[in-house]
């Protein structure tokens, strides 16, 4: 099965700092996504890429930006954490085409910035 | 945005059966239709999709209703591990976006 992997599942950070989550996929899939998930709000999608250095602006892109330098790998950046951006945070791939519509979810981060 | 409706919280007891409702009445006709769950402290799994048929694996059954406003998750045997959160969610074909709603919290009672 495809393994989605996020580097930590707790962090706390200060307001200001730069902030990375790390996501890898082990399925050599092309599409990568990151959603954020609060009480009440469901998942919102932040962020996507469908390839290499290609990225889609998705619900929520404010405060944000993420790299995808390689296939696998998929980084949401925090240019400067504030405290509304305490949450959970879910990364997904995805492979493409009518017999990859199944996203798999990794375990996900939750960052407290105080 | 494709929009799904669920309801907060559903019930059931072990072993009986769980139909849990969506509707998704501004669904267009190219719109995949998904169902996900999310067990306490992970990331949401896949449980099934479907686009006009209805759909079945060995984790549930899904049936579509004939307009395609509404569907149904089915849960023939509901165990204590299939306490989750179960969202509904629409796919645009050609899209990459999947619109999560609130999702329903099922319980179940041993």
């Known amino acids: 099965d495809v393994k989605v992997t996020q580097s930590s599942r707790y962090l706390v950070k200060r307001t200001g700092e730069k902030v990375f989550l790390e996501c890898v996929q082990d399925?050599?899939?092309?599409?990568m996504f990151w959603y954020r998930q609060d009480p009440g709000l469901g998942l919102r999608l932040i962020y996507f890429s469908y390839d290499v250095k290609m990225k889609e602006k998705g619900d929520i892109p404010e405060g944000y930006s993420v790299s995808r330098e390689k296939k696998e790998r998929f980084s949401l950046i925090l240019e400067s954490a504030s405290t509304n951006q305490t949450s959970m945070y879910l990364c997904a791939s995805r492979g493409t085409g009518p017999t990859n519509e199944k996203l798999f979810f990794g375990s996900g981060t939750q960052l407290s910035v105080l | 945005d494709a929009k799904t409706t669920q309801p907060n919280s559903m019930e059931s007891n072990e072993e009986e059966p769980v139909h849990l409702p969506c509707n998704h009445s501004?669904?267009?006709?190219?719109?995949?239709i998904h169902w996900y769950r999310q067990l306490p402290s992970q990331g949401p799994e896949y449980v099934i999709h479907g686009l006009t048929s209805n759909v079945n694996n060995r984790m549930a059954s899904l049936a579509i209703a004939e307009d395609r406003k509404s569907s149904t998750l089915i849960l023939h045997r509901a165990t204590l591990r299939d306490a989750a959160v179960y969202y509904c969610?629409?796919?645009?074909?050609?899209?990459?976006?999947?619109?999560f709603g609130s999702g329903t919290k099922l319980n179940v009672k041993p």
């Open positions: 501004t669904i267009s006709g190219t719109d995949y």
């Open positions: 399925m050599d899939h092309e599409n």
């Open positions: 969610i629409l796919r645009r074909n050609n899209f990459n976006k999947f619109y």
